[in-house]
């Protein structure tokens, strides 16, 4: 590997007859003086500190190139920490460590000798190199540095710690591109590379961009990026494409979804270990609900700390990857729906993976090839470079997202400064797959329609549930335990109170302390003149019908207007998987 850092202050160590400099060391206290020092002025080629800790950079062996757009996507360099063995074996490769020795003719040689055990792990217990330079992460994509400017010459960049990994297929793309070649990018990237995807409108083929280019602008922006969610109708729709895409340009780890909380924690410290830009939870079970509060946490964070699997050691990762999942008619819940940004496919038809005639044939293969991957990369790079030319705009019309305002923000200006709209537009659709918010509105609807504003305690509420004589008042719509039974009074006033002053669409929980019994009291507001539902029957109303579903069955129900045309054709085609 190529040396990617120079160090003006490395000492001119003497070089053997072998062409390899020669360390001379006597005691075992001398040589831990020699070889710290040798290590800290990078004797060894490719070696960094990261969080106190020598490393070196080496390329990775067998890692293979990927066979579809779900497996993993290894970056081709790796960061290993220096530890005694790799260290012995690094200095016998790159240096001759040499002692004086006195043979039986008595003449004083020199030979060469490994440092013992004691001695490499005294030379690597230290945590001060203030010698060596930060790496702070390898990258296989150009990225904006904070400045603005491009990291895309291949090295060590000083100002950010990263080290970007060269790919062969892509040139230099120029600061300032010309106004043909914006043309040229935008119609590569709209007509022709995501042109056959069946988005469900045109805001999930402007998020995907969004979310395609976030890996790239981060160094920029500085933002906190949401949960992305690639769902579609039909298995064959494209989905994998999508995400494998953004996994190929970046590096990617593909999960396996678990609904253990602890099982989900564990496994983001594993991954956050790795130098990749993306992970997909690939795949989940039909009409799955991502609930996890694990989650919500770590993508509300700019760090994540926890205990490494198998050792003491709680080491802290900056959370800057970018966090997918796909699978078929997926749902959230709890806080994990104001965090998710949607991309919808749906292909209308029984068999997407039959399609033919695509402006790409053979997609899925097509981008496995590292020259297309530089293709698509360079065209977004390019598109990227003249918005900041422009002064990287903001945008002031994309809705508020908490913490990750500032990212919509960022990104909603890169879409509109090339005139992509309806980016996060289908924000109050993607509310509808809200699963625990359903659930909730479903309840406090019936709860208003049984009791009005009556105030009740949570036992007197739980007494309402129990069935009479067969039947159920409730619907099917009170809250249940795992095992489907009543919960108990306590457990049920734990969760209303979780629930107090939150609004669900028109209807909200309200809750005061009885000064008498000193117990909570409960109960439902609407909020004046509101509509009642389309049905408030929950067992007659039609299952989990979306606003966008209505919009197909009742163009002008909700004051919608058909789709466009252009953004769902009426024959959509679907890359094959």
């Not at 999508?242 to 564990?266: A, F, H, I, N």
Request: proline share 8%.
């Amino acid at each position: 590997m190529t040396e990617a850092h120079s160090n003006p202050t490395r000492p001119l160590w003497p070089v053997g007859a072998d062409g390899r400099p020669k360390v001379r060391v006597t005691t075992n206290p001398d040589a831990i003086r020699v070889l710290t020092h040798a290590v800290g002025n990078r004797l060894l080629p490719d070696t960094y500190v990261q969080d106190g800790l020598p490393v070196v950079v080496e390329a990775v062996s067998g890692a293979g190139d990927p066979t579809a757009g779900d497996d993993d996507v290894a970056l081709p360099l790796s960061a290993s920490a220096l530890r005694a063995p790799l260290l012995a074996s690094l200095l016998a490769e790159h240096a001759s460590i040499v002692q004086s020795e006195v043979d039986k003719k008595g003449n004083h040689v020199e030979v060469e000798v490994s440092p013992g055990g004691p001695v490499l792990g005294a030379v690597l217990s230290r945590r001060s190199w203030p010698d060596l330079p930060v790496l702070r992460r390898i990258i296989s994509t150009p990225v904006l540095r904070p400045d603005g400017t491009l990291l895309q010459q291949p090295g060590y960049d000083p100002s950010t710690g990263f080290l970007l990994a060269g790919r062969a297929h892509l040139d230099p793309v120029p600061e300032r591109p010309t106004a043909e070649q914006v043309e040229q990018a935008r119609e590569f990237l709209l007509e022709r590379f995501l042109h056959d995807f069946p988005w469900r409108t045109s805001a999930d083929r402007a998020n995907y961009l969004g979310l395609l280019v976030t890996p790239i602008i981060r160094p920029f922006t500085r933002a906190l990026s949401p949960f992305g969610v690639i769902d579609a109708t039909m298995p064959g729709s494209g989905k994998t494409i999508l995400s494998g895409c953004v996994g190929l340009l970046v590096g990617q780890r593909v999960l396996t979804w678990t609904d253990s909380e602890d099982e989900l924690r564990k496994a983001i410290t594993s991954v956050l270990a790795d130098q990749v830009g993306v992970v997909v939870f690939d795949n989940l079970e039909e009409g799955a609900v991502i609930n996890s509060a694990v989650l919500a946490r770590l993508v509300t964070e700019r760090t994540w700390t926890d205990r490494k699997l198998g050792t003491n050691t709680t080491p802290t990762f900056p959370n800057d990857r970018l966090w997918l999942a796909t699978g078929n008619n997926l749902r959230v819940g709890g806080d994990m729906a104001s965090r998710t940004v949607w991309v919808r496919l749906d292909p209308d038809c029984p068999r997407p993976e039959a399609r033919s005639g695509f402006t790409i044939p053979n997609l899925d293969s097509w981008i496995l090839d590292p020259a297309n991957q530089a293709t698509v990369l360079r065209h977004l790079l390019t598109l990227i470079l003249d918005w900041t030319a422009a002064g990287a705009p903001i945008s002031t019309s994309v809705p508020q997202m908490r913490q990750f305002t500032r990212w919509a923000q960022h990104i909603g200006g890169f879409l509109e400064h090339h005139g992509i709209g309806s980016f996060l537009t289908n924000a109050e659709e993607s509310r509808e797959l809200d699963d625990d918010a359903a659930e909730w509105r479903a309840f406090l609807l019936r709860w208003h329609t049984l009791h009005g504003h009556e105030q009740l305690t949570a036992n007197q509420l739980r007494a309402s549930a129990e069935p009479e004589l067969g039947t159920d008042r409730w619907l099917g719509s009170f809250p249940t335990t795992e095992t489907g039974k009543l919960p108990s009074a306590k457990s049920l006033g734990r969760r209303l109170t979780g629930q107090i002053g939150r609004w669900r669409g028109d209807i909200v929980l309200r809750s005061v302390t009885d000064s008498h019994t000193s117990s909570r009291v409960y109960w439902v507001d609407r909020q004046p003149g509101t509509p009642q539902p389309l049905e408030s029957n929950p067992q007659t109303r039609k299952p989990a019908e979306t606003q966008d579903e209505l919009q197909l069955h009742h163009p002008t129900a909700f004051g919608f207007k058909p789709a466009d045309s252009a953004t769902k054709p009426a024959n959509p085609q679907t890359p094959g998987l």
